[in-house]
């Protein structure tokens, strides 16, 4: 499996980014995808899970309302739509696989990460 991420880049507050995760090889496994991000001397954070099937998608409570997560199977293809960036999204941001789409600890594959910065 291989997962690649894109998308990211410097935008002002208030700013719009749609970041991709293209996933390819056997992702048939995986039942969910999802977006983390890590900001500096910080946690890794999960953002924003959906099936790939469809269905209700999940959302940590700081990007409800301003992140909406898709996906487009016949792309193997996953997106993050944020809108309304704050400076405190600033992170790396990375596409996951897992199994249950609500629940972080249950992403088991991880592509590399897309920096988004938001200025001030």
């Known amino acids: 499996v291989q997962l690649q991420a894109s998308g990211g880049g410097l935008v002002q507050a208030g700013g719009s980014l749609r970041l991709s995760c293209a996933a390819s090889?056997?992702?048939?496994?995986?039942?969910?995808v999802g977006w983390f991000r890590q900001a500096p001397g910080k946690e890794r954070e999960f953002v924003a899970g959906?099936?790939?099937?469809?269905?209700?998608?999940y959302y940590t409570d700081s990007v409800k309302g301003r992140f909406t997560i898709s996906r487009d199977v016949a792309k193997n293809t996953a997106y993050l739509q944020m809108n309304g960036l704050k400076p405190t999204d600033t992170a790396v941001y990375y596409c996951?696989?897992?199994?249950?789409?609500?629940?972080?600890?249950?992403?088991?594959?991880w592509g590399q990460g897309t920096q988004v910065t938001v200025s001030s």
């Open positions: 996951a696989l897992g199994t249950i789409v609500s629940d972080p600890d249950r992403y088991e594959y």
């Open positions: 090889g056997r992702t048939s496994t995986y039942y969910s």
């Open positions: 959906i099936s790939w099937r469809g269905g209700s998608a």
